[in-house]
């Protein structure tokens, strides 16, 4: 879990309001990554709610009386053992090169927790009469170089931004949860690395860099082979100290840019 969360939340509200006219976002969407399956209630239980809080502290009071912002938390997994095969071989269905199924292929019924081919209306009512539901989708955004792609797990744990919201006309959407899956689909060609899709969603991808650039500012808790590592380290590599990144400079020019991309 991350414990920090607001206060990290709180440091993008202020760049955000630093860049667009002192005005705060109405909403957040969040791709988490990094959790498990049998961590999706303590995300709910804690990460969700310091989130709020954190915004409840920021945003003004105009803003907080219309229940503002409005917070989707989607938890982004990728190390699983799903899989999807096409059933047929057109073109317009099946990536011929590859044999995988076409990228931007969404499987969200079956295999699923809620169907989302419900009724907008019962499918949100199903989706969140328990707190303990959640509703979730497969989605391979990208296309496969080589062997089985392997498509990315979505779960949303909360959602406020898409409930109960009007489905755009001549979308040929049947339910809200179509609008987000779309939206995840779109967003997976923004990745700044590549010119096409990747396999997930661009801000968890942008997650996994960012933190592999922190770990190499404190190879000396993670790093066995350094001369300052721990003698004795966890399994999974990390020495059990509590980082300090007090000894981390970023320049004042970059430290609010993604120069970590």
Known sequence: MITDVGDLLKSRLSLWRKHNNQQLPENILVYRDGVSEGEYRLVRDLEVPALKKACSEVYPA?????DLPRITFIIVGKRHHTRFYPTTDKPDLTDVRSGN?????????????V?????STL????????????????????????????PGHYV?????????????????????????????????Y????????????PPAYY?????????????????????????????S???GKTPNFSGVDIHPNVKDVMFYI
């Open 62 to 66: 105009d803003m907080t009386k219309k």
């Open 101 to 113: 199924p076409k990228n931007g292929t969404i499987v969200d019924r079956g295999v699923t927790e």
């Open 115 to 119: 169907s989302s081919s419900l009724p």
């Open 123 to 150: 499918f949100h009512y199903i989706a969140n009469i328990y707190q303990a539901r959640t509703w979730d989708w497969y989605l391979q955004s990208h296309t496969g170089l080589q062997g089985t792609a392997r």
């Open 156 to 188: 949303v744990v909360s959602d406020e931004i898409f409930r109960g919201r009007p489905i755009p006309k001549g979308s040929g959407f049947t339910n809200t949860a179509d609008v987000l899956e779309d939206l995840t689909h779109n967003m997976c």
């Open 190 to 201: 923004l990745f700044g690395r590549a010119t096409k899709a990747v396999s997930r969603c």
């Open 207 to 235: 997650a996994d860099l960012v933190c592999a650039r922190a770990r190499t500012y404190l190879s000396h808790l993670f790093d066995p082979t350094h001369e300052d590592a721990e003698t004795e380290t966890t399994v």
């Open 237 to 239: 590599g990390a020495s």
